[in-house]
């Protein structure tokens, strides 16, 4: 069983009033307004300790006019895998196909449909770079989607490392996607001759780009090193300071009273 918290008495199975049998002090309502004292400065420590975080977020969304101009830059990529890719052209013998290719298309069309019967008539290598293409889109589109939340904590040690590497991996997925595109293309047009062509559309090359003005952006807001702007907490810091001194304070009270009770028990046994 517990003890009281006043005097120390050791509670019994019986005990169920609400007061101590030893004191009379109500053991539930005991130090209450201490206790939420307590929570109220549990409270604040949490308070004291998230702040810094939170004030790093905002600076690295709008502390300084570049910080802004970086959050812009980071739809760019993304929105640009919106515009055409690639281009094809297929000259039928009673119908013709000209379209443009985005990754739009390619979720709708190809991923969608899974209808992959027209490329049986070429050959392993033109099949395989065509998936390749393919996976450097989505995964560009991974990278840039990432750029986004993290640069949350840009302003943490390893922040400015973090966001040239995800930059730099979308890059590399690019041009892995239009180097794919260029041997299946190459391929197919030796195959099918004038009855095929197919070019890069101007979206993988401003998608590339965009990734590469992320890094630039990064980079000069690393060469700036302006410093966070972290919120005053100093009085809350003093007034913790202060209720560890009061709490200190009571609970040297408290132990004097314990061994007050002690002492008077041991005096009437004599």
């Known amino acids: 069983m517990a003890n009281c918290p006043k005097c120390g008495y050791k509670l019994k199975m019986f005990d169920i ?5 030893e004191c009379g002090v109500n053991v539930i309502y005991f130090n209450h307004q201490e206790r939420l004292a307590e929570d109220a400065d549990k409270a604040e420590e949490e308070y004291i300790r998230l702040q810094p975080k939170i004030d790093r977020v905002k600076f690295a969304f709008a502390g300084t006019k570049l910080s802004i101009v970086r959050v812009i830059l980071l739809l760019v990529p993304i ?3 919106f515009l ?4 094809i052209k297929v000259n039928l013998p009673f119908s013709e196909i000209d379209t443009s290719v985005s990754i739009l298309n390619i979720v709708m069309d190809v991923v969608a449909t899974f209808e992959f019967s027209v490329l049986n008539a070429l050959p392993l290598s033109a099949v395989i770079c065509y998936f390749v293409a393919i996976l450097g889109i989505f995964v560009a589109a991974i990278f840039g989607i990432l750029n986004i939340p993290f640069v949350s904590v840009s302003c943490s040690p390893k922040g400015f490392k ?7 991996c979308g890059i590399v997925a690019l041009l892995v996607s239009i180097i794919s595109f260029f041997v299946f293309n190459s391929q197919t047009e030796a195959m099918f001759g004038e009855m095929y062509s197919g070019s890069i559309g101007i979206g993988a090359f401003l998608a590339v780009i965009g ?6 952006i990064n980079i000069v ?3 700036k090193d302006v410093p966070v702007k972290y919120k005053d907490v100093s009085e809350y810091v003093e007034r913790m300071e ?3 001194k009061e709490i200190a304070e009571m609970e ?8 007050s009770y002690e002492n008077a028990k041991e005096t009437e046994k004599v």
């Open 79 to 81: 929105g640009m895998l």
């Open 162 to 168: 973090r966001n040239v590497a995800l930059s730099s």
């Open 84 to 87: 055409p890719l690639v281009n």
């Open 17 to 21: 009033k609400a007061e101590c049998p």
């Open 211 to 216: 990734f590469i003005a992320i890094i630039i």
């Open 252 to 259: 040297e009270q408290a132990k004097a009273i314990r061994a």
């Open 221 to 223: 807001i690393k060469k």
């Open 242 to 244: 202060r209720r560890r």
